[in-house]
């Protein structure tokens, strides 16, 4: 760990004596990365065979960035996602196989500097950078087989273990034993590179690929197999490896020297309001909602929704959130965090529940400069006192005016 934090604090003081403070360029991206794990290390003595097996995950995040002249760049992100792990048991006689997932999932979430380097290739932008964090694991659950749903099994006095039951093949069994996480916030660090293709002054889309390697096991596992009326034991611990696929949209901050002038937006008398429906998003189900920015001479900046929605199963939920809109152009990367009541109603018409959940939201919007059709797409994480809901997004259509 030593050594990584020498190359870290290296590679931040050699892009701050590349600084060029008139040339600075700041710009936000909305990320999304979908992941293939590779992060176990298997140790097993038995005649039979027990391998890591890559399994599909998610990652999702906002990242800052401060580019100077010279291309060099740092900046900061937050990620939020989850990994899985999977594993192939095959007995001794090579026949016959056992597949199976760890369960539950990890969910976690990262703050992380970066370093990064872009240049030009015909008329794309290219960046490479490296991304040191801290991640945290919000639940320290314990890690069992997901056939697993009677047996217990105890290493020695508190430590709380259970034990999945066998994975058989004929005479031949698989058990794997996982204690509860020791450390919840552990070190680790992506390396990646990406091109981006700007479509307006200020707004783009990259594209790229990611590795991730975690510097400690996430969990620790013990293995015992029976193969050959013998047991065999052996280990089976966790990293979170993983290469994933970066797409992510950008939006970069005008210079105050070259801002852009939008005459009709400028002139407005009364502030941009939209009407339009979402499904999922804030609420479950779908909803209609009404938009409005709070200043009268813009098509961006600080707004308020609010919308009542329906799921079809019996359950009203009324989205209210405060948002901002970056950019004053069409294009615009929305921000936001609001509440959703939510009314669920049984089959005894005299009894009602009431709950709800907080919405965070980071998304694309397209809202014309006049009147006329919006767009929206938007990441929208929620949360309540016992869980947060990383998955979870919503699409808007709907119509925009003065």
């Known amino acids: 760990m030593a050594r990584i934090s020498r190359i870290v604090v290296s590679i931040f003081f050699f ?19 979908p992941v293939l794990t590779g992060g176990a290390q298997v140790q097993d003595s038995s005649p039979g065979g027990l391998e890591y097996k890559s399994t599909p995950a998610f990652e999702g995040g906002i990242d800052y960035s401060y580019k100077f002249k010279s291309g060099f760049g740092i900046g900061a992100s937050f990620n939020m996602g989850y990994i899985s792990f999977g594993y192939k048991f095959r007995n001794p006689d090579n026949v016959k196989i056992i597949e199976g997932n760890l369960a539950p999932n990890y969910l976690y979430n990262t703050l ?15 960046r490479a950078f490296v991304s040191p964090g801290v991640r945290r694991y919000p639940q320290a659950s314990i890690l069992i087989d997901a056939t697993n749903n009677s047996a217990s099994y105890s290493k020695g006095p508190g430590s709380g273990s259970l034990a999945p039951p066998v994975s058989a093949i004929g005479n031949d069994y698989l058990q794997m034993y ?20 700007q479509f307006s002054e200020g707004t783009g889309l990259l594209f790229g690929i990611r590795k991730h390697w975690g510097v400690e096991p996430i969990n620790f596992g013990d293995v015992v197999i029976r193969a050959n009326n013998q047991l065999y ?34 002139t407005f008398t009364n502030s941009r309001k939209s009407i339009y429906g979402e499904v999922a998003g804030n609420g479950p189900g779908i909803s209609l909602n009404y938009d409005r920015r709070f200043k009268t001479d813009r098509n961006g900046g600080l707004g ?11 359950t009203a939920s009324f989205p209210l959130a405060i948002n901002h809109l970056l950019g004053n152009g069409r294009n615009a990367l929305e921000t936001g965090i609001g509440i959703t009541p939510i009314v669920r109603y049984d089959k005894d018409p005299y009894q009602s529940l009431i709950d709800g959940v907080g919405v965070l939201n980071v998304g694309y919007r397209f809202q014309p400069l006049r009147d006329g059709l919006l767009f929206r797409l938007t990441w929208a994480p929620a949360f309540d006192t016992k869980r947060f809901y990383l998955l979870w997004a919503g699409a808007s259509v709907g119509y925009t005016f003065k």
């Open 15 to 33: 892009q701050l004596s590349q600084l060029i403070p008139a040339a600075a360029q700041h710009s936000l991206s909305l990320r999304g990365t």
């Open 112 to 126: 992380a500097l970066n370093s990064s380097y872009s240049f030009k290739f015909r008329n794309l932008n290219v």
């Open 178 to 197: 996982f204690d509860q996480l020791n450390r919840r916030v552990q070190y680790d660090i992506s390396s990646g590179i990406s091109i981006e293709r």
């Open 233 to 266: 034991k052996g280990s089976y611990n966790l990293f979170s490896n993983y290469t994933g696929i970066d797409l992510a949209f950008k939006y970069s901050f005008p210079k105050k020297e070259s801002e852009p002038k939008h005459n009709s937006v400028s």
């Open 304 to 314: 308020y929704r609010v919308g009542i929605g329906w799921a079809g199963d019996g």
